[in-house]
């Protein structure tokens, strides 16, 4: 999940949505304040006389945290690719390795597959003028291993240490051989920081994790600004940035998110050019937008799935791999992968693309996608759970588990009902929408399902603590499958409550966790593809998740205010890629206002606005890989 240019020859005005509107005095103490504060100087693309330009673009959610240490969610990841760097790019086109537009230009493995020097772009600085050295990197990655950071730590599950050996080289040792750092594909996603600012946090990860990071000093083509809560975030040319040597100079001055309460809004926001880019997730309110003039409407494909995700047995496994100790209230009966696999039986995904995606996506099958680096896997036709009703009832019955009189079907371990608390969350209506389609078609094989809305961080607590039975969320993976397949080992369950692990499922299987550590170790590509293919198997038949469906990322943008966008991965005839993706800043850096379009409110004048808002947010304080959501271990700091 996921994931660079012409001179702009014109500007595109920050628009404030209008609950950020105040009186004429409020806006002109704002410019006063403005007059009195040091504001560093935006990066021109063109020449010092031109306008600065802004790039507005929008969504309804919230970043969890600007913080790379803390954040989660896949609007997080968005503004780290534009901030920092990866040690090497995943190229627009594939997802590939893009050495040619990284920080990181060649990789050499050592023969043993144990050790791994990395060759930096020399000559690079951070946004605030201080080099940018193999030292940072190396610190970086240290950091993140020595203090088990969750958003990085399964990357560097095999990473023993890395040491810089002089100002563009940097040296990672491995604990077992390894093809993952080799340079053969974007393994690491690990974004570097300056170690000058963030080195003395070097024994106080706690410290680290509580910076706001805001104004931020990054290696990227932008660096965040200013983020108001609700409001927006705000970025501004890196003026250091080394892309700007390499064909890699953005064409806008700023970017504005624009967050938004409801996406109704944010569609009319759109509609009436207030901005000029915005992410959906109603398939409905997409759909309102064709034939707008001056809008273009698409789905576009990328690393991303929905699932329901099971409870497959917090109170009752034993294994203490990873600390773990029983925990939570979780129905007995879901531990047993005959009832799982009948969940997954009677569950329509292609009836849910067709009914609440509208047709933006695809019916899903594994958490590794068919874009992943070890290629495609499709089940098997002996073992393939294709949605029947009639079959899902015949192996409940096989298996022992009695109707009841009211319809629902009864444990024989327990004498309980297969009554299960399911969860959506109400920052996503697809999830909402799905709900009621699940809730009927398991009443056909005897599944009652108590449905209840929840907010993101009220299902992560209950994860965390056992406290449910099945929920709907999504993943927005990376490209190659370790990350994503490590989330069902046996040290990836939460060990207690409060604790926070990816292990979202529960899932153990020993089995299992013996290949995961194989494929990690595995150098010929061939053998480990066939090791994850044979991982990949074994989760489609134990079904801790239900895939339901890899969903398009709906997007739409004014077509008379910005072009150039570098869609990832590249279009083909079946598939359109990300226009903003999050695996990347190079879509950004490519796109560029058109000449002589404006957006702005109606009935106000596009140049006196440009002035008043942009020096009135500066003033006032102006999207996950894990790529959705991860929490603070209280066993990592």
């Known amino acids: 999940?996921?994931?660079?240019?012409?001179?702009?020859?014109?500007?595109?005005?920050?628009?404030?949505?209008?609950?950020?509107?105040?009186?004429?005095?409020?806006?002109?103490?704002?410019?006063g304040m403005l007059a009195a504060t040091a504001v560093p100087a935006l990066a021109q693309s063109a020449s010092s006389s031109a306008a600065p330009t802004t790039f507005t673009f929008a969504d309804t959610q919230e970043p969890s945290s600007l913080n790379p240490l803390v954040g989660y969610e896949g609007t997080d990841y968005e503004f780290w690719a534009l901030n920092?760097?990866?040690?090497?790019?995943?190229?627009a086109k594939d997802f590939s390795p893009?050495?040619?537009?990284?920080?990181?230009?060649?990789?050499?493995?050592?023969?043993?597959?144990?050790?791994?020097?990395?060759?930096?772009?020399?000559?690079?600085?951070?946004?605030?003028?201080?080099?940018?050295?193999?030292?940072?990197?190396?610190?970086?990655?240290?950091?993140?291993?020595?203090?088990?950071?969750?958003?990085?730590?399964?990357?560097?599950?095999l990473f023993d240490s890395a040491t810089a050996t002089d100002d563009t080289t940097v040296v990672l040792t491995t604990s077992q051989p390894t093809s993952f750092f080799s340079g053969a594909t974007v393994f690491m996603y690990e974004y570097i920081l300056p170690e000058h600012i963030w080195g003395k946090y070097e024994n106080d990860p706690k410290g680290a994790k509580l910076l706001s990071d805001v104004p931020a000093v990054g290696s990227g083509p932008y660096v965040v600004s200013d983020y108001r809560r609700g409001q927006s975030v705000t970025l501004v040319r890196n003026p250091h940035y080394w892309g700007d040597a390499v064909g890699l100079a953005p064409h806008f001055d700023k970017l504005v998110y624009v967050i938004y309460d409801n996406e109704d809004s944010e569609a009319a926001a759109l509609r009436n050019?207030?901005?000029?880019?915005?992410?959906?997730?109603?398939?409905?309110?997409?759909?309102?937008?064709?034939?707008?003039?001056?809008?273009?409407?698409?789905?576009?494909?990328?690393?991303?799935?929905?699932?329901?995700?099971?409870?497959?047995?917090?109170?009752?496994?034993?294994?203490?791999?990873?600390?773990?100790?029983?925990?939570?209230?979780?129905?007995?009966?879901?531990?047993?992968?005959?009832?799982?696999?009948?969940?997954r039986q009677a569950v329509d995904s292609q009836a849910i693309v067709d009914k609440v995606l509208l047709g933006y996506g695809r019916v899903g099958v594994s958490p590794v996608q068919s874009t992943a680096t070890t290629g495609d896997w499709m089940p098997s036709a002996s073992e393939a759970l294709p949605f029947d009703i009639a079959a899902a009832n015949h192996e409940l019955d096989?298996?022992?588990?009695?109707?009841?009189?009211?319809?629902?079907?009864?444990?024989?371990?327990?004498?309980?009902?297969?009554?299960?608390?399911?969860?959506?969350?109400?920052?996503?209506?697809?999830?909402?929408?799905?709900?009621?389609?699940?809730?009927?078609?398991?009443?056909?094989?005897?599944?009652?399902?108590?449905?209840?809305?929840v907010s993101n961080a009220k299902l992560e607590s209950d994860i965390e603590a056992g406290t449910y039975d099945?929920?709907?969320?999504?993943?927005?993976?990376?490209?190659?499958?370790?990350?994503?397949l490590g989330i069902f080992t046996c040290d990836q369950?939460?060990?207690?409550?409060?604790?926070?692990?990816?292990?979202?499922?529960?899932?153990?299987?020993?089995?299992?966790?013996?290949?995961?550590?194989?494929?990690?170790?595995?150098?010929?590509?061939?053998?480990?593809?066939?090791?994850?293919?044979?991982?990949?198997?074994?989760?489609?038949?134990?079904?801790?998740?239900?895939?339901?469906?890899?969903?398009?990322t709906l997007e739409a943008y004014r077509t008379d205010q910005v072009t150039g966008f570098t869609p990832q991965p590249a279009d083909t005839a079946t598939t359109k890629g990300d226009l903003l993706a999050t695996y990347g800043p190079f879509s950004f850096i490519n796109i560029r206002p058109i000449a002589g379009r404006q957006s702005g409110p109606k009935g106000v004048s596009t140049g006196p606005w440009l002035g008043l808002a942009a020096a009135a947010i500066v003033a006032i304080g102006v999207w996950t890989v894990r790529r959705r959501r991860t929490g603070d271990d209280e066993e990592s700091a």
């Open 98 to 157: 893009d050495f040619e537009h990284s920080i990181v230009t060649s990789v050499d493995p050592s023969s043993d597959g144990m050790s791994f020097t990395y060759h930096l772009r020399p000559g690079m600085t951070w946004s605030d003028g201080q080099p940018f050295t193999a030292s940072d990197m190396a610190w970086t990655l240290n950091f993140y291993k020595r203090w088990k950071i969750s958003n990085y730590i399964s990357d560097l599950s």
């Open 470 to 484: 099945l929920f709907d969320w999504y993943w927005y993976p990376n490209p190659d499958p370790d990350y994503i």
């Open 398 to 453: 096989a298996a022992g588990y009695p109707m009841g009189p009211d319809g629902v079907r009864i444990d024989p371990f327990d004498g309980k009902p297969l009554e299960f608390r399911y969860f959506t969350r109400n920052a996503d209506q697809n999830t909402i929408d799905t709900a009621p389609f699940v809730k009927d078609w398991l009443a056909q094989i005897g599944i009652k399902l108590d449905v209840s809305s």
């Open 273 to 343: 050019g207030e901005i000029g880019f915005g992410y959906f997730s109603s398939a409905n309110i997409l759909d309102s937008l064709r034939g707008v003039d001056g809008v273009a409407v698409r789905g576009a494909t990328l690393p991303k799935f929905d699932e329901i995700g099971i409870n497959t047995g917090s109170a009752y496994q034993t294994d203490p791999a990873g600390g773990f100790e029983p925990h939570g209230d979780g129905a007995h009966a879901l531990t047993d992968p005959v009832v799982r696999r009948a969940i």
């Open 84 to 91: 920092y760097n990866l040690p090497i790019e995943f190229s």
């Open 1 to 31: 999940m996921a994931p660079g240019s012409l001179p702009h020859d014109a500007s595109v005005p920050l628009v404030i949505p209008v609950r950020w509107k105040t009186a004429l005095a409020a806006v002109v103490a704002a410019l």
């Open 493 to 552: 369950r939460p060990p207690r409550p409060g604790v926070y692990r990816s292990g979202d499922s529960y899932y153990c299987n020993p089995r299992y966790d013996e290949l995961d550590a194989k494929q990690a170790t595995v150098v010929d590509p061939t053998e480990r593809a066939d090791t994850v293919h044979e991982m990949q198997s074994i989760l489609y038949r134990d079904s801790p998740y239900v895939v339901l469906y890899y969903g398009d």
